[in-house]
């Protein structure tokens, strides 16, 4: 890791995050932050990456400020310019921060970008577009769209939580087939599954300890593969996840790999960094070492 010295920096905003705190959380951390900082608001959805692609060509570090949305989006725009990322998080889960070891306190997070250290880690990449925290399918992905349109007055975990009652109810699993690569070559599940979640550090879903073994910058991935269970024990099993305590279940696989690839009967939506778009069939894969980011 190098330490962080620099003369300027943009500063890629999304005025809703967080249920809305953005924008006058955006007022106190421009003082904060100092003058040498461009400001650019979104607008619209996926507005971050194209922002973000432009900043790059002017300044060496281009910073998120939101939730994981915005991150995953300034990142996409960032990957190939040489710029580095700096986290402002404001959002509702904020998981990427988190498992970066960064502080969501404000204050703290503006003087890591001015004076923390440069760290590389991994990207995952599902079928052409990358991802730094997580992607899957299944009834991760379904929780993510009830909590996207559903939900506008919780945040963190218990969104995440009222999210998942709303979603149960009426959730089916699906037929999985998913192939990777292991020391003993290509291995086959085919089983009734309820999620599939590819992971690039610890948490997701508002901090469940889904991956605890996970590394952001080892090369590889973590995925965790729940097969189908009763619905009556799908909750505790959710609470075992969030705990980190899941890893003995008997439903439970847990695999550390470069590349998968996953068909399912039928279609199922997909969570990239939670933003549900696209269908399976995917196929998933870490790219090494490709993105810098300011860490504390």
């Known amino acids: 890791m190098e330490h962080m010295t620099h003369e300027s920096g943009a500063v890629i905003y999304n005025p809703t995050a967080g249920r809305g705190q953005g924008g006058e959380l955006?007022?106190?951390?421009?003082?904060?932050?100092?003058?040498?900082?461009?400001?650019?608001?979104t607008r619209k959805a996926g507005h971050a990456e194209e922002l973000a692609r432009e900043a790059a060509k002017k300044?060496?570090?281009?910073?998120?400020m939101g939730g994981d949305g915005t991150v995953g989006d300034v990142?996409?725009?960032?990957?190939?310019?040489?710029?580095t990322l700096g986290i402002l998080p404001v959002g509702t889960g904020n998981d990427f921060a988190r498992n970066l070891g960064l502080k969501l306190e404000l204050r703290e997070s503006v003087s890591t970008i001015l004076g923390g250290m440069v760290r590389k880690i991994?990207?995952?990449?599902?079928?052409?577009?990358?991802?730094?925290?997580?992607?899957?399918?299944?009834?991760?992905?379904?929780?993510?769209?009830?909590?996207?349109t559903g939900i506008r007055f919780a945040k963190g975990y218990p969104?995440?939580?009222?999210a998942i009652l709303k979603t149960l109810p009426s959730y089916q699993p699906f037929s999985l087939?998913?192939?990777?690569?292991?020391?003993?070559?290509?291995q086959t599940i085919s089983e009734k599954a309820l999620l599939v979640s590819?992971?690039?550090?610890?948490?997701?879903?508002?901090?469940m300890l889904a991956a605890p073994f996970a590394e952001m910058d080892d090369?590889?991935?973590?995925?965790?593969?729940?097969?189908?269970?009763?619905?009556?024990?799908?909750?505790?099993?959710?609470?075992?996840?969030?705990?980190?305590?899941?890893?003995?279940?008997?439903?439970?696989?847990?695999?550390?790999?470069?590349?998968?690839?996953?068909?399912?009967?039928?279609?199922?939506?997909?969570?990239?960094?939670?933003?549900?778009?696209?269908l399976t069939p995917a196929t998933v894969e870490v790219r090494n070492n490709a993105l810098k980011v300011i860490v504390r």
């Open 198 to 207: 590819a992971l690039n550090g610890k948490m997701y879903g508002g901090g």
């Open 177 to 186: 087939t998913m192939e990777y690569e292991n020391q003993e070559g290509t």
């Open 122 to 148: 991994d990207v995952g990449m599902i079928n052409g577009t990358p991802f730094v925290n997580n992607c899957g399918t299944g009834f991760d992905a379904q929780v993510m769209k009830t909590m996207n």
């Open 219 to 278: 090369g590889h991935l973590d995925v965790l593969v729940i097969l189908s269970v009763p619905k009556i024990q799908l909750l505790p099993l959710i609470g075992q996840v969030r705990a980190g305590n899941h890893l003995n279940h008997p439903a439970v696989r847990m695999l550390k790999v470069r590349k998968f690839t996953m068909q399912t009967i039928p279609a199922q939506p997909l969570n990239i960094d939670g933003d549900v778009k696209g």
């Open 26 to 41: 955006f007022k106190e951390a421009q003082t904060l932050l100092g003058g040498n900082f461009e400001w650019i608001p």
């Open 75 to 83: 990142t996409r725009g960032l990957l190939e310019s040489g710029a």
């Open 159 to 162: 969104a995440f939580l009222l």
């Open 59 to 64: 300044h060496p570090i281009v910073v998120a």
